[in-house]
């Protein structure tokens, strides 16, 4: 690695086209809704900023969307949470598995990831729907049931009617879809890291006595914490700021910033507290961000 | 002697079709310090981790103290390992560490204390007992590796490869520690290692290794000067090692035809005929300016190379049929090394009695 | 699971040893988890419920259904449809395009900045990592609505004839996929042998010869994996041009997108599975170009 000053002409040439890059079209952009989330509707189309807290005061003083703000938090924290109690044992097997066997497992795993958001949503719609998947599944299995036990005698239909589940356009219906796009971006730095851990810690914790349970609370949790804070950060965040799985699954029921956000852009065209609605979420952005690196410092010495 | 402490019998490990360990067979005695000697790669490593719970043999049983560990995980076996890379665990301090063993197994708090506080200080660690392992030396973590086995009292130590990551120096201190260690605690003791200076000072009985399969068992003394196969002679400290024809006896000895060295005579008990090899450890043969006389085999050639390593050197000699034999010299005082320079002519000679016959 | 042993420890007259307590015996090791039935159910349940949305949706645009909901029979008449639907397909053709700027203009940002941070030390270099970054970590509607904020403001023309009027959109794309091609990249140079490179000056060719002739031959697998990236990125991104785009500007996505919140035919169906295999092929392309690392890092 060279100093910048030994080659300042290629240094500018390679430094200058990206920085300038980001610069216009990211953080300009970025600048402007920041400014924007001081302004005020001064009419139908015209805004004009004047250094008011008023969308801020909005946004976490009136009820509603405090509600939903609160909501959003909780319905990722529960999504993330889901995510990484699955994303473990998948990523434990993998990192684990034959060498020939892991990258393909690996592949199988982000394979998802790639394809369109949107899609994977939409697939979803298919399996929750009233009339759909697993609903038909459901009631498959219910009729068999009511068929079994007719045929035992305890007289036809003992079971009545099916129900059919409603699992879309609601809460539980956002959740499982934010588990099932976001669950990728949580395997990957989990497996990083426990790819990276010395196996012999764990024969060791095994050969001292303690059982398979005992080891992984006491020796691989900790260890692989660092992994574990990065996939949590992955994957709170974008779901945080999810507006599509929301929109599509979620219905009236489940509304997240990322909804409110969007109605002030389109629909509602109140774009100073649309502004603002974002920047909160950038706070948030920032803010995890920040106790990660916290957190990453004050256990730096545990980097195995 | 009562009921050995570990049982190995026809124990075999694959790995797809490469045999890592092939039908092995032997005992461990109570008390033993042992040693599991061989080039990498041939199955010693792999051995220990069996006894230790931590590979499932593909065949045969393990029994330790009389039980047949087959259904035993690695949490439950009266065995204790150090490892390698000495694996003391990051997050935790020493005393932790030691701790670690007596907490999971559920010791009464009031008897964790003081065990731990015994064991590091058999190990000279007493002081460092707060401490994070990345404030440690590899020597010390190696200790604090050792204080955490022993603690818990187990009826075997496993050690894997113990010295090969220290300096040469602290790699000789410690295997006096670890030989001391061993008497005074009183347990067997079962180390892995490829350095035979390792094995040969600090086992009681070593089982030298070779492609899965075990070639010799002995003494040190005993596979140095009386090594079964051309293979031990060969891994075991530096040799001579000749081919040769036996072409008949003569009185109580046999005589050999030996590859460029002649015909000599060489005691031997037992049969022997056909090729066979010769063995003569370089410390056996004596040097001289002048042609020794006596019952001894002997052959002159030119010192061709040599090797000095300040107490001794290594002499080559090339004879004029070719042969090459090394002898080791005695730097027995500050003017040896100027006695024989590459070039010279000299005079080598050994004893007939300190030739081994070997039958491969 | 397996017990406290040691409960019996006599040996029998004989000196055989006695099994121990359950007398089950391990096949497998301790550290094999991937052997472990219940961690296999758990695994293959995992993927089992990851793909089969996807399956569904690829064989249900075969459907012969118009309301899709149960399977009436196999047609290709709705990938006709969606072939045959300008809408769609005009969708289709922008966001190819798009696509196809971006991968250009990104991936040529994207290794110049890799080389950037691979090379030079700078003073604020962690901070610049860090604003490099940014794309990556903020939430994509933050981005989308900047996006929306900024072309309005400045009052970017629309109406404009095509391709122009695709502009507003590979800008932002271009933004938000370069700094991924930069971290693809950079992780290609971490594996550099800088003696390469001082070996060539070493022989007399120029700073230029050797970038071009030493550094840019070891750079490609990572430049084919970051270009492919940026591709998948821009061809898959909704809701950066949900936001970016104008009335007119239709692109791939977020025609799908009013297709669902219309209606669910399987029209849609086919449309997305276009989109997927693609997307697939794209990945395995890539995915194929990072392997053969190792013989080329010597």
Same mark, same amino acid.
């Given at each position: 690695?060279?100093?910048?000053?030994?080659?300042?002409?290629?240094?500018?040439?390679?430094?200058?086209?990206?920085?300038?890059?980001?610069?216009?079209?990211?953080?300009?952009?970025?600048?402007?809704?920041?400014?924007?989330?001081?302004?005020?509707?001064?009419?139908?189309?015209?805004?004009?900023?004047?250094?008011?807290?008023?969308?801020?005061?909005?946004?976490?003083?009136?009820?509603?969307?405090?509600?939903?703000?609160?909501?959003?938090?909780?319905?990722?924290?529960?999504?993330?949470?889901?995510?990484?109690?699955?994303?473990?044992?998948?990523?434990?097997?993998?990192?684990?598995?034959?060498?020939?066997?892991?990258?393909?497992?690996?592949?199988?795993?982000?394979?998802?990831?790639?394809?369109?958001?949107?899609?994977?949503?939409?697939?979803?719609?298919?399996?929750?729907?009233?009339?759909?998947?697993?609903?038909?599944?459901?009631?498959?299995?219910?009729?068999?049931?009511?068929?079994?036990?007719?045929?035992?005698?305890?007289?036809?239909?003992?079971?009545?009617?099916?129900?059919?589940?409603?699992?879309?356009?609601?809460?539980?219906?956002?959740?499982?879809?934010?588990?099932?796009?976001?669950?990728?971006?949580?395997?990957?730095?989990?497996?990083?890291?426990?790819?990276?851990?010395?196996?012999?810690?764990?024969?060791?914790?095994?050969?001292?006595?303690?059982?398979?349970?005992?080891?992984?609370?006491?020796?691989?949790?900790?260890?692989?914490?660092?992994?574990?804070?990065?996939?949590?950060?992955?994957?709170?965040?974008?779901?945080?700021?999810?507006?599509?799985?929301?929109?599509?699954?979620?219905?009236?029921?489940?509304?997240?910033?990322?909804?409110?956000?969007?109605?002030?852009?389109?629909?509602?065209?109140?774009?100073?507290?649309?502004?603002?609605?974002?920047?909160?979420?950038?706070?948030?952005?920032?803010?995890?961000?920040?106790?990660?690196?916290?957190?990453?410092?004050?256990?730096?010495?545990?980097?195995? | 002697?009562?009921?050995?402490?570990?049982?190995?019998?026809?124990?075999? =490990?694959?790995?797809?079709?490469?045999?890592?360990?092939?039908?092995?067979?032997?005992?461990?005695?109570?008390?033993?310090?042992?040693?599991?000697?061989?080039?990498?790669?041939?199955?010693?490593?792999?051995?220990?981790?069996?006894?230790?719970?931590?590979?499932?043999?593909?065949?045969?049983?393990?029994?330790?103290?009389?039980?047949?560990?087959?259904?035993?995980?690695?949490?439950?076996?009266?065995?204790?390992?150090?490892?390698?890379?000495?694996?003391?665990?990051?997050?935790?301090?020493?005393?932790?560490?030691?701790?670690?063993?007596?907490?999971?197994?559920?010791?009464?708090?009031?008897?964790?204390?003081?065990?731990?506080?015994?064991?590091?200080?058999?190990?000279?660690?007493?002081?460092?007992?707060?401490?994070?392992?990345?404030?440690?030396?590899?020597?010390?973590?190696?200790?604090?590796?050792?204080?955490?086995?022993?603690?818990?009292?187990?009826?075997?130590?496993?050690?894997?490869?113990?010295?090969?990551?220290?300096?040469? =120096?602290?790699?000789?201190?410690?295997?006096?520690?670890?030989?001391?260690?061993?008497?005074?605690?009183?347990?067997?003791?079962?180390?892995?290692?490829?350095?035979?200076?390792?094995?040969?000072?600090?086992?009681?009985?070593?089982?030298?290794?070779?492609?899965?399969?075990?070639?010799?068992?002995?003494?040190?003394?005993?596979?140095?000067?009386?090594?079964?196969?051309?293979?031990?002679?060969?891994?075991?400290?530096?040799?001579?090692?000749?081919?040769?024809?036996?072409?008949?006896?003569?009185?109580?000895?046999?005589?050999?035809?030996?590859?460029?060295?002649?015909?000599?005579?060489?005691?031997?008990?037992?049969?022997?005929?056909?090729?066979?090899?010769?063995?003569?450890?370089?410390?056996?043969?004596?040097?001289?300016?002048?042609?020794?006389?006596?019952?001894?085999? =002997?052959?002159?050639?030119?010192?061709?190379?040599?090797?000095?390593?300040?107490?001794?050197?290594?002499?080559?000699?090339?004879?004029?049929?070719?042969?090459?034999?090394?002898?080791?010299?005695?730097?027995?005082?500050?003017?040896?090394?100027?006695?024989?320079?590459?070039?010279?002519?000299?005079?080598?000679?050994?004893?007939?009695?300190?030739?081994?016959?070997?039958?491969? | 699971?397996?017990?406290?042993?040691?409960?019996?420890?006599?040996?029998?007259?004989?000196?055989?040893?006695?099994?121990?307590?359950?007398?089950?015996?391990?096949?497998?090791?301790?550290?094999?988890?991937?052997?472990?039935?219940?961690?296999?159910?758990?695994? #293959?349940?995992?993927?089992?419920?990851?793909?089969?949305?996807?399956?569904?949706?690829?064989?249900?645009?075969?459907?012969?259904?118009?309301?899709? *909901?149960?399977?009436?029979?196999?047609?290709?008449?709705?990938?006709?449809?969606?072939?045959?639907?300008?809408?769609?397909?005009?969708?289709?053709?922008?966001?190819?395009? *798009?696509?196809?700027?971006?991968?250009?203009?990104?991936?040529?940002?994207?290794?110049?900045?890799?080389?950037?941070?691979?090379?030079?030390?700078?003073?604020?270099?962690?901070?610049?990592?860090?604003?490099?970054?940014?794309?990556?970590?903020?939430?994509? *509607?933050?981005?989308?609505? #900047?996006?929306?904020?900024?072309?309005?403001?400045?009052?970017?023309?629309?109406?404009?004839?095509?391709?122009?009027?695709?502009? #507003?959109?590979?800008?932002?794309?271009?933004?938000?996929?370069?700094?991924?091609?930069? *971290?693809?990249?950079?992780?290609?140079?971490?594996?550099?042998?800088?003696?390469?490179?001082?070996?060539?000056?070493?022989?007399?060719?120029?700073?230029?010869?050797?970038?071009?002739?030493?550094?840019?031959?070891?750079?490609?697998?990572?430049?084919?994996?970051?270009?492919?990236?940026?591709?998948?990125?821009?061809?898959?991104?909704?809701?950066?041009?949900?936001?970016?785009?104008?009335?007119?500007?239709?692109?791939?996505?977020?025609?799908?997108?009013?297709?669902?919140?219309?209606?669910?035919?399987?029209?849609?169906?086919?449309?997305?599975?276009?989109?997927?295999?693609?997307?697939?092929?794209?990945?395995?392309?890539?995915?194929?170009?990072?392997?053969?690392?190792?013989?080329?890092?010597?």
């Amino acid at each position: 690695m060279e100093t910048w000053k030994q080659s300042k002409a290629v240094f500018w040439t390679l430094a200058t086209p990206g920085t300038l890059w980001l610069a216009i079209f990211f953080v300009a952009p970025l600048a402007i809704i920041w400014g924007l989330s001081f302004a005020e509707k001064t009419s139908i189309v015209d805004t004009e900023i004047t250094g008011t807290l008023s969308n801020y005061i909005r946004a976490l003083g009136t009820p509603v969307y405090l509600k939903i703000i609160w909501k959003s938090i909780w319905i990722s924290a529960l999504a993330t949470l889901m995510c990484l109690i699955i994303a473990f044992p998948i990523a434990f097997v993998v990192a684990f598995a034959p060498d020939k066997w892991k990258p393909i497992l690996l592949m199988a795993v982000i394979l998802p990831f790639w394809i369109n958001l949107l899609i994977r949503t939409y697939a979803l719609i298919s399996v929750f729907r009233t009339r759909g998947f697993v609903n038909f599944g459901l009631e498959w299995l219910w009729d068999g049931a009511n068929s079994i036990l007719a045929f035992i005698g305890l007289g036809p239909a003992v079971l009545g009617a099916f129900e059919p589940l409603q699992m879309l356009y609601n809460n539980f219906a956002v959740i499982a879809g934010l588990v099932y796009v976001y669950m990728p971006f949580m395997v990957l730095p989990l497996y990083a890291t426990i790819e990276r851990l010395d196996k012999s810690f764990l024969e060791a914790s095994l050969d001292l006595g303690a059982s398979q349970a005992r080891t992984f609370w006491s020796v691989v949790f900790p260890l692989t914490m660092p992994g574990i804070v990065s996939g949590i950060i992955l994957v709170f965040i974008p779901c945080l700021g999810s507006f599509l799985t929301p929109d599509l699954l979620g219905g009236t029921n489940a509304t997240m910033i990322g909804n409110v956000i969007e109605r002030q852009f389109k629909a509602a065209n109140d774009w100073p507290f649309g502004a603002a609605l974002s920047f909160l979420l950038m706070y948030a952005t920032f803010g995890a961000l920040a106790l990660r690196s916290l957190f990453a410092g004050r256990k730096s010495g545990m980097e195995v | 002697m009562d009921q050995p402490i570990v049982s190995i019998e026809n124990v075999a =490990k694959h790995f797809g079709t490469v045999k890592a360990v092939d039908d092995v067979t032997f005992d461990i005695q109570q008390n033993e310090f042992f040693a599991l000697l061989g080039p990498s790669g041939c199955g010693k490593t792999t051995l220990l981790r069996m006894i230790a719970g931590l590979e499932v043999p593909t065949g045969g049983a393990i029994v330790i103290d009389g039980q047949d560990m087959a259904a035993t995980p690695p949490n439950h076996r009266p065995v204790n390992m150090v490892f390698q890379s000495y694996a003391v665990f990051p997050h935790m301090t020493v005393e932790e560490n030691v701790a670690y063993g007596l907490k999971v197994t559920g010791t009464p708090r009031s008897e964790i204390g003081p065990r731990v506080t015994d064991a590091l200080g058999m190990v000279q660690l007493a002081e460092l007992a707060k401490r994070n392992p990345d404030q440690l030396s590899g020597g010390q973590r190696q200790r604090v590796a050792l204080a955490r086995a022993l603690v818990k009292r187990p009826k075997v130590l496993l050690l894997d490869e113990p010295l090969s990551a220290l300096d040469a =120096k602290l790699r000789e201190q410690m295997q006096l520690e670890l030989s001391h260690l061993q008497q005074r605690v009183g347990i067997t003791f079962i180390i892995v290692t490829h350095d035979q200076d390792e094995a040969l000072s600090m086992a009681d009985r070593i089982a030298v290794m070779n492609d899965g399969r075990v070639t010799q068992i002995a003494a040190p003394d005993t596979l140095y000067e009386n090594p079964t196969t051309r293979f031990v002679a060969d891994f075991i400290g530096k040799v001579n090692l000749l081919d040769g024809r036996v072409v008949g006896t003569e009185g109580e000895r046999v005589a050999v035809e030996a590859d460029r060295l002649g015909r000599i005579t060489v005691p031997h008990e037992g049969d022997a005929s056909g090729d066979v090899s010769l063995v003569v450890r370089p410390e056996k043969i004596t040097l001289a300016n002048t042609e020794p006389d006596g019952d001894v085999i =002997k052959s002159q050639g030119k010192v061709t190379d040599w090797a000095y390593y300040g107490d001794t050197s290594h002499m080559f000699v090339t004879m004029d049929s070719g042969l090459v034999m090394s002898a080791k010299v005695q730097n027995t005082t500050r003017e040896t090394v100027d006695n024989f320079d590459v070039g010279d002519t000299v005079w080598l000679s050994f004893s007939p009695s300190d030739v081994l016959l070997l039958r491969e | 699971m397996s017990e406290i042993a040691g409960t019996n420890k006599a040996a029998s007259p004989g000196g055989r040893a006695i099994a121990g307590p359950r007398g089950r015996r391990m096949t497998i090791g301790p550290l094999e988890y991937g052997r472990r039935f219940w961690l296999r159910c758990f695994v #293959a349940a995992t993927f089992l419920l990851l793909y089969a949305p996807i399956f569904t949706l690829i064989i249900f645009s075969f459907n012969d259904s118009r309301r899709n *909901i149960v399977w009436r029979g196999f047609t290709f008449k709705y990938y006709e449809k969606a072939w045959n639907n300008d809408g769609l397909f005009e969708a289709f053709t922008n966001s190819l395009t *798009i696509a196809v700027l971006t991968t250009i203009i990104a991936t040529i940002l994207g290794a110049m900045v890799a080389l950037l941070l691979w090379r030079y030390r700078f003073p604020g270099k962690p901070a610049y990592e860090g604003f490099m970054a940014l794309p990556i970590v903020i939430p994509e *509607i933050c981005m989308g609505v #900047a996006m929306l904020a900024f072309f309005s403001r400045i009052g970017w023309p629309s109406g404009m004839p095509w391709p122009l009027n695709l502009s #507003a959109i590979t800008i932002a794309h271009i933004a938000f996929t370069f700094p991924f091609v930069a *971290i693809v990249v950079r992780a290609r140079m971490a594996g550099f042998n800088r003696e390469l490179e001082e070996a060539s000056k070493d022989l007399g060719a120029s700073e230029w010869q050797t970038f071009m002739n030493v550094i840019v031959p070891f750079m490609r697998p990572g430049l084919i994996a970051g270009a492919l990236l940026a591709f998948t990125l821009s061809l898959d991104d909704f809701v950066i041009t949900f936001f970016t785009a104008g009335p007119e500007t239709v692109t791939f996505p977020v025609k799908v997108y009013s297709m669902v919140r219309f209606s669910v035919t399987p029209e849609v169906n086919a449309a997305s599975t276009a989109l997927i295999v693609i997307t697939v092929l794209a990945t395995i392309v890539a995915m194929r170009f990072q392997t053969p690392d190792k013989t080329e890092a010597t």
